[in-house]
């Protein structure tokens, strides 16, 4: 369902290889998330996926980028925490390489 719902999407193959790895890691690790049953009106999705094509994370977010899916779990970013798709997709966690 997810995979349908989303109105923007990134996907990154080869992400452990990738330039964005060294950036968006240390970028979502600032970001602290709890738990909750409550579902989103997700717009974003960001995938990673290693050499072979298997996917490694799915990171799906609302509106707001305060609410979360990450692999199937509903999560809500905690008050004081850095925004989670802000940490995303923020110039310097996702350089992307010149076309």
Same mark, same amino acid.
């Given at each position: 369902? =997810?995979e349908?719902?989303? /109105?923007? /999407?990134?996907?990154?193959?080869?992400?452990?290889?990738?330039?964005q790895?060294?950036? =968006?890691?240390?970028?979502l690790?600032?970001?602290?998330?709890? *738990?909750?049953s409550r579902s989103?009106d997700?717009r974003? *999705?960001? =995938? =990673?996926?290693d050499k072979s &094509?298997k996917?490694m994370?799915?990171?799906?977010? +609302?509106?707001?980028?305060?609410?979360?899916v990450v692999?199937?779990?509903?999560l809500? +970013?905690?008050? &004081?925490?850095r925004?989670?798709?802000?940490?995303a997709f923020?110039h310097? *966690?996702m350089?992307?390489? *010149?076309?």
């Open positions: 369902m =997810l349908r719902q989303y /109105k923007y /999407k990134v996907e990154i193959r080869e992400f452990t290889a990738s330039v790895r060294e950036q =968006l890691v240390p970028a690790r600032e970001v602290s998330f709890s *738990a909750t989103y997700l974003t *999705a960001v =995938l =990673l996926y &094509g996917r994370l799915s990171l799906y977010f +609302d509106r707001s980028g305060r609410n979360a692999n199937n779990s509903f809500r +970013d905690e008050p &004081g925490s925004n989670a798709s802000h940490a923020s310097s *966690a350089p992307f390489p *010149a076309a």
